[in-house]
């Protein structure tokens, strides 16, 4: 909606708001404005001239020599290309110095050897878009009425000294699509009254009854119909003042007539129409349902076929207007029309809409019958349409009018306590401010035991519920002022729960370790659903399933994220990583639905580093995989927690294969996906893992212990033990942490041997450990004491030897 705000202060007073602070108030108060467009931003030095001479110009057929009288001692000449331009006109000329939009400058020149001191303008050239201009002048330039005063500034006589505000109204707010609905929310928010328009109902001694009859078959779509007859019009342009309101309001002027109905459309919010009534046919309208492939044909001049389920206005016989949409061409007022029947009704919107949408005809009028005109203004608006064009078509308005009303529309009484307007916005509003914002809204107000009993005008469409008349009270009382408070309570609205924090951290680590999120299908195939199972249970079957492919839950994640690795290497993507944290199903016997349990998956295969220029590759290994998971260990605070064993899965290989125990507990696992399983797939070494995320969420990891930068030095020693093939290095690893105490701070595994040399059924693990006391400087006898300990330990244990 585009409101003038030089208009919009004949119904509500301004003065001491400009433009830009009325549009903040607005906007505070509920309802966006969009912009604020100056009009004649840009634009200066233009006046209204006079062409006293016109005369082709001596060297250029298309070029006319014009002497314009600008308001000046002496007359200037202007070179003017415009078609239309005539000895007698009075026209906007752009004087030498002025600005037009676009920062285009007037300068003197010379055209065609003849000297121009200006320019005469169009009103696209001053600024308005071309689909505004009236017809007469879209192809040239504008000419003012004769009693235009040369010299004067053209652009307040074009209106273009005027401020535009652009309203971005939901659809709730169908109010705010009239002048005087939008002057009802300004005044409300500046706490001043609302002026009406003056309507002189001065009549001719006939009655409009003897010219016209009005029948509704339709009474459900269309409850109320009022015509109006003017006799004795002259079809002309309209005021000037109202084309430039129609213009800024992005309406295209047309005649007298047609600008009245449209006037009033942006006044009241009430769509009119206008037939002519020698055009009509007979002295009868009558509204009812089309009949199936009835045809009608628009102003647009488009064929339409209609059906049952649109409303028409009808001579009797055959349409003569899209209800609530769009006139008929065949009643068209135009140029030569003397009689006038003036349409205001009250049609609903469903109707309306149907029609609309059918026919690709979203019209103004459409618009406002679509969300809901006010039924109080349909014979006001029609009042004040008549009175305008008896005063601007010289037209004799018949007294009365012809109406059908069956509409039955009472005003909405909402009641709401103070008590609840004050838990609702957290305040501590009193009754009489209450009332003063209701008394500001123009809404009749009854208040008793601190309950407002509130009558809603019909204008207010949107108000039906106790909490809209809180929405009121806190756009009025201003949402600025608001207090600002913390919810209370057990739980707060919008906090991430530990459980889902903890989510959402280990998604961060594992996109910052460079795998990308994926998320699969939930279902699966009955082959593929008890693949790489954490538990082994029987899979659930859906009882209606898409396809076989898709018809069991599935009890990993694994499978899936495999089917995914596999259609990215087939298209060329040489190094995949991919992790889902998602659910798996677990049939259970005591309950008719599933067990759901949320699990973290990941697999990963092709190069992990490719660095061409130092011709440096590195695939993807178990380490890789497993300094991954570490990376999600250790941000949970669970290093400590974690062990790994080796374990023996069906589909994964069986020497690089690796369960996960948390405190001891088996929580998933972790290596290469089985050599078969990767051929089958037509892939390269991949490595996955899968664990209970559960299990990772619920536990509690150890508090943080701060330890002091140690001060003294340490004292390393490595060890390398030749043991059975069979023996754990992480069991030996043990055995050395036990058996160091206090002074042994770090066991490692740095080196693995089984070459030369080696026993049959042997190997060497060689160990780094590192002693050292944060009080104190260690000697060589108390780290020699302790790490013969260690050794004594470790043969005793494991069977180990030292390597000589």
Request: hydrophobic content about 40%.
């Amino acid at each position: 909606m585009f409101v003038s705000y030089k208009w919009l202060q004949d119904y509500v007073d301004l003065s001491g708001v400009t433009a830009d602070e009325l549009a903040e108030r607005i906007t505070k108060s509920g309802i966006e404005v969009e912009g604020v467009e100056k009009k004649s931003e840009g634009i200066k030095g233009v006046v209204i001239g006079h062409v006293l001479e016109r005369e082709q110009h001596p060297n250029a057929d298309k070029l006319n020599k014009c002497l314009v009288d600008i308001g000046q001692d002496n007359p200037v000449q202007i070179i003017c290309g415009a078609p239309n331009v005539d000895k007698g006109q009075k026209v906007a000329v752009a004087t030498v110095g002025a600005v037009l939009p676009g920062n285009f400058k007037i300068k003197k020149a010379k055209l065609r050897g003849e000297e121009s001191n200006g320019m005469i303008c169009s009103l696209q050239e001053l600024g308005i878009e071309a689909k505004l201009v009236a017809k007469e002048f879209s192809t040239g330039i504008f000419v003012f009425p004769n009693d235009a005063k040369v010299g004067e500034d053209a652009l307040e006589y074009l209106g273009l000294d005027d401020e535009v505000l652009e309203l971005g109204l939901t659809p709730n707010r169908a109010d705010c699509l009239s002048m005087l609905g939008v002057a009802y929310e300004v005044a409300a928010i500046l706490g001043r009254d609302v002026k009406w328009p003056e309507i002189d109902s001065a009549n001719a001694n006939e009655n409009a009854s003897e010219y016209i009859e009005v029948k509704v078959d339709a009474a459900e779509d269309n409850p109320l119909y009022v015509a109006k007859v003017i006799k004795d019009v002259k079809i002309g342009p309209s005021p000037l003042w109202m084309q430039a309101r129609l213009m800024a309001s992005g309406i295209r002027p047309h005649n007298n007539v047609v600008d009245i109905t449209n006037y009033i459309l942006l006044e009241y919010g009430q769509p009119l129409h206008a037939f002519d009534y020698e055009r009509i046919g007979t002295k009868e309208i009558v509204v009812r349902r089309a009949n199936q492939g009835e045809k009608i044909t628009t102003l647009d001049d488009a064929e339409r076929t209609l059906a049952p389920d649109h409303l028409v206005i009808t001579n009797g016989n055959q349409p003569i207007a899209l209800a609530g949409v769009m006139g008929g061409a065949n009643s068209e007022v135009g140029s030569d029309t003397t009689t006038v029947v003036l349409e205001a009704a009250y049609f609903t919107g469903a109707v309306v809409r149907k029609a609309s949408k059918d026919h690709g005809l979203r019209s103004e009028a459409s618009a406002r019958f679509e969300k809901g005109v006010d039924p109080n203004r349909v014979r006001q608006a029609a009042e004040r349409a008549a009175d305008l064009m008896a005063k601007y078509a010289g037209g004799t308005v018949l007294a009365g009018s012809v109406e059908v009303d069956t509409l039955s529309i009472e005003p909405a009484v909402v009641s709401v306590t103070l008590d609840k307007i004050n838990v609702l916005l957290g305040t501590d509003l009193t009754v009489s401010e209450v009332e003063d914002i209701f008394t500001k809204l123009q809404f009749e107000v009854n208040t008793e035991d601190n309950e407002f009993t509130v009558t809603i005008p019909t204008r207010r469409g949107d108000i039906s519920i106790e909490a809209d008349l809180v929405e009121e009270v806190a756009r009025l009382y201003g949402y600025d002022n608001l207090p600002t408070t913390l919810p209370v309570g057990a739980a707060i609205p919008g906090k991430l729960t530990a459980y889902q924090q903890k989510r959402r951290q280990v998604r961060r680590v594992l996109e910052g370790a460079g795998l990308y999120q994926a998320v699969t299908y939930s279902l699966t195939s009955e082959e593929k659903a008890a693949q790489f199972a954490l538990e082994k249970r029987e899979s659930i079957r859906l009882a209606m399933p898409m396809s076989e492919e898709r018809s069991q839950l599935r009890l990993s994640i694994v499978p899936q994220l495999l089917e995914v690795l596999k259609y990215n290497t087939a298209r060329q993507n040489d190094f995949i990583a991919l992790y889902e944290i998602g659910s798996v199903f677990l049939k259970s016997e005591a309950a008719d639905l599933p067990e759901e349990r949320e699990h973290l998956a990941g697999a990963l295969t092709g190069l992990w580093e490719a660095h061409p220029w130092q011709g440096e590759k590195k695939p993807v290994d178990f380490f890789v995989a497993k300094g991954v998971l570490e990376s999600v260990f250790d941000t949970l605070g669970l290093m400590e927690n974690i062990e790994y064993r080796q374990a023996e899965i069906a589909e994964m290989h069986p020497g690089r294969t690796a369960e996960i125990l948390l405190d001891g507990k088996v929580i998933g696992f972790i290596g290469q996906v089985h050599p078969i399983i990767q051929n089958e797939l037509d892939l390269k070494e991949t490595y996955v893992f899968e664990l209970s995320f559960k299990a990772l969420a619920d536990a509690e990891p150890e508090a943080i212990r701060y330890e002091a930068i140690p001060r003294f030095p340490s004292i390393t020693r490595d060890i390398a033990l030749v043991v059975d093939k069979e023996t754990v290095a992480g069991d030996i690893q043990r055995v050395i942490a036990e058996a160091g105490g206090k002074l042994l701070k770090e066991v490692g595994v740095f080196d693995l041997y089984e070459g030369e040399n080696m026993e049959q059924g042997k190997k060497s693990i060689a160990f780094s450990l590192k002693y050292f006391d944060p009080q104190r400087t260690l000697t060589d006898e108390e780290v020699t004491k302790t790490h013969d300990k260690v050794l004594s330990a470790v043969k005793e244990k494991t069977g180990a030897k030292l390597r000589g």
